[in-house]
T-cell receptor, first 112, second 113 residues
Framework: DAGVIQSPRHEVTEMGQEVTLRCKPISGHDYLFWYRQTMMRGLELLIYFNNNVPIDDSGMPEDRFSAKMPNASFSTLKIQPSEPRDSAVYFC??????????FGDGTRLSIL | GENVEQHPSTLSVQEGDSAVIKCTYSDSASNYFPWYKQELGKRPQLIIDIRSNVGEKKDQRIAVTLNKTAKHFSLHITETQPEDSAVYFCAVLANQAGTALIFGKGTTLSVSS
């Protein structure tokens, strides 16, 4: 079991640039979740998918954030344009039905 | 929507002591309560979970208790060890329809030897 795979592990970019974070869920899992973690706000759910379909995106902070899941093995979270306040650790997690969620190692994003 | 409050935010204990972390939730229909452990710079990992049809679950030195009437659940760690030092998060389901979790703000546990 390879686990949830996220890339890149670290990203440093300048304000205004487009940022794309990637996630490969565990094979066979039908739910995929994107979270953002900061010291101030903790772990926040941004969006989640079921069978590649977005179910709830109410946690997406602004229109600058978008997420897609073109197939069962790949999802992206995009920020355009990026701002310093977007700096955080972004986690992807997946689960099968109502089984526990498994997290990836996260992407540490720094916007200068 | 669902709301989760977690206390304390920090907890320091001596090795061998017990540690207890408590979470309260708002939706009485919540039926799944996991606990995650996150070591510094690493991903959250599930350590124990409980469903609403039981009041307590144990796994070696860790246990979770659930009081549905009072809408709170607690993590108990006995015989703490330095490697238990981490941030612990409780969570509940965001709604009954799906599997999305709402997390507490976390408790930083420090175990000193």
């Amino acid at each position: 079991d390879a686990g949830v795979i996220q890339s890149p592990r670290h990203e440093v970019t300048e304000m205004g640039q487009e940022v794309t974070l990637r996630c490969k869920p565990i094979s066979g899992h039908d739910y995929l979740f994107w979270y953002r973690q900061t010291m101030m706000r903790g772990l926040e759910l941004l969006i989640y998918f079921n069978n590649n379909v977005p179910i709830d995106d109410s946690g997406m902070p602004e229109d600058r954030f978008s997420a897609k899941m073109p197939n069962a093995s790949f999802s992206t979270l995009k920020i355009q344009p990026s701002e310093p306040r977007d700096s955080a650790v972004y986690f992807c997690a997946s689960s099968s039905g109502r089984q526990p969620q498994h997290f990836g190692d996260g992407t540490r994003l720094s916007i200068l | 929507g669902e709301n989760v409050e977690q206390h304390p935010s920090t907890l320091s204990v001596q090795e061998g002591d017990s540690a207890v972390i408590k979470c309260t939730y708002s939706d009485s229909a919540s039926n799944y309560f996991p606990w995650y452990k996150q070591e510094l710079g690493k991903r959250p990992q599930l350590i124990i979970d409980i469903r609403s049809n039981v009041g307590e679950k144990k796994d070696q030195r860790i246990a979770v208790t659930l009081n549905k009437t009072a809408k709170h659940f607690s993590l108990h760690i006995t015989e703490t060890q330095p490697e238990d030092s981490a941030v612990y998060f409780c969570a509940v389901l965001a709604n009954q329809a799906g599997t999305a979790l709402i997390f507490g703000k976390g408790t930083t546990l420090s175990v000193s030897s």
